[in-house]
C-alpha cells in the first residue's frame, strides 16, 4: 500500500528493532522534551514485541528507511492504538511527519473497523497535542475526550506533611497483595464515572486487576514506585476505600498512576491526603517534579489539583469507537 510517490505502507511484523530504533530513539527525546518522561523502558518493550514479530500494526517507508510506525494491541474484543510516530524531519515526497502519522493511522483504524472479532477500539496518545489527529478518529466514528496532564514542582514542598483521617480509618503503604482489593475498590470508585467512557477496563473487577497489573508488574506507567503508593482502610470492614499509586517516569519525575476513593468515603480529604503524602514520598526519592492525568470533564478533580498547586502542562485526546455505538 502506497500513500504519495515515495511513501509505502507495510505491515509493522515484516521489521525488526534495529529498523526502527532509529524512531524510537527520536520518540524517546520528544518524550523527554515535551513530557519530561524517559520513554526508553517502554521502547525496550516494543524493540522485544518488534524482534518477535507478533506486533499488529503499519510501518512507514520513504526510500527503503523506515520514518514511522503504529501499533495496536488486542484485549479480546477490543483494540487499543498504543503508539503512532513520524520522526519529524521533512518526509521527502512522502509529507510531513504529521502526514505520515495521519497515513498510519487511517491504515490501522481501517483495518480495525473491518475486522469483524473488533467491537471496540481505544486510544490515547498522551505524546500527541489536543486536536493534533482527532479529525482523523472523529472522520471514522470515534467520540472524543480532552485529557490534561496536569504538573507541580516540589521546589520548597515541605517533606513530611501530617496526615489527618477519620478514627475508624487507617492508612499504610501498598502491599503486593492488595492487588485483588484495590481492582474491586477501582472498578466500584469508578461507576458512572467519565473515564469508565474512556477505558472500559475500569468497568470489571477483572478489567482493574488487567489495569493494576500492567502499572504495577508490567511498567506500563513508568516503573512502579512502592514507597509511594499507599491504602486506606476500613478498621471495622476492613475494606480498602481509597488508594494512591505512583511511579518514576524518569529520574526527576514522579507520576500519580491512580488515585480513587469509594463515594461513600468521599468528601472527607482522603484524596487531599493521599496526594501530599504521594508528593513527600516522591520528594525523599530526590523526585523534582509530579504529574498525573485526568479527564477535562472530572472537574471535580481539577479543582482538587489545582489547589495543590498542579497546573495544565499538557493536553491530549482519548477516543473510543464502538461497532454497535452503544457506550
Request: proline share 5%; glycine share 6%.
Amino acid at each position: 500500500m502506497a500513500s504519495g510517490a515515495h511513501l509505502e505502507i507495510l505491515d509493522l511484523r515484516h521489521f525488526a528493532a534495529p529498523v526502527l530504533r532509529p524512531v524510537l530513539e527520536a520518540e524517546s527525546e520528544l518524550w523527554k522534551r515535551r513530557l519530561h518522561w524517559d520513554y526508553n523502558v517502554s521502547a525496550r518493550l516494543l524493540m522485544q514485541y518488534l524482534d518477535s514479530h507478533t506486533l499488529p500494526g503499519y510501518a512507514a517507508l520513504e526510500a527503503g528507511q523506515v520514518t514511522g510506525f503504529v501499533f495496536c494491541i488486542y484485549e479480546e474484543t477490543k483494540a487499543v492504538i498504543g503508539d503512532v510516530f513520524a520522526l519529524p524531519a521533512p518526509h521527502a515526497d512522502g509529507g510531513s511527519a504529521y502526514e505520515v502519522e495521519e497515513t498510519l493511522l487511517r491504515h490501522l483504524l481501517e483495518l480495525l473497523m473491518n475486522s469483524p472479532q473488533v467491537d471496540r477500539i481505544e486510544s490515547q496518545l498522551l505524546l500527541h497535542p489536543s486536536g493534533s489527529h482527532t479529525g482523523v478518529f472523529l472522520d471514522a466514528g470515534f467520540q472524543s475526550y480532552r485529557r490534561l496532564l496536569m504538573m507541580r514542582t516540589l521546589d520548597g514542598y515541605f517533606a513530611a506533611p501530617r496526615v489527618h483521617l477519620p478514627v475508624r480509618l487507617e492508612l499504610r503503604p501498598w502491599r503486593e497483595e492488595d492487588l485483588p482489593a484495590a481492582a474491586q475498590l477501582i472498578f466500584a470508585a469508578y461507576r458512572g464515572h467519565p473515564d469508565s467512557v474512556i477505558n472500559d477496563q475500569y468497568r470489571s473487577v477483572h478489567g482493574s486487576m488487567r489495569f493494576l497489573n500492567n502499572i504495577v508488574r508490567f511498567s506500563g506507567c513508568g516503573v512502579f514506585s512502592q514507597p509511594v503508593s499507599h491504602v486506606v482502610i476500613d478498621r471495622i470492614s476492613r475494606e480498602m476505600v481509597a488508594l494512591v499509586l505512583g511511579s518514576r517516569v524518569s529520574p526527576e519525575s514522579g507520576h500519580i498512576t491512580q488515585l480513587c476513593v469509594l463515594p461513600e468515603y468521599r468528601r472527607r480529604g482522603l484524596a487531599r491526603n493521599l496526594i501530599n503524602l504521594a508528593a513527600s514520598c516522591f520528594l525523599r526519592q530526590g523526585v523534582s517534579e509530579i504529574s498525573l492525568t485526568v479527564t477535562e470533564a472530572n472537574t471535580d478533580a481539577i479543582d482538587l489539583y489545582r489547589a495543590e498547586g498542579y497546573g495544565c502542562a499538557h493536553s491530549f485526546d482519548a477516543t473510543v469507537w464502538l461497532r454497535n455505538r452503544i457506550a
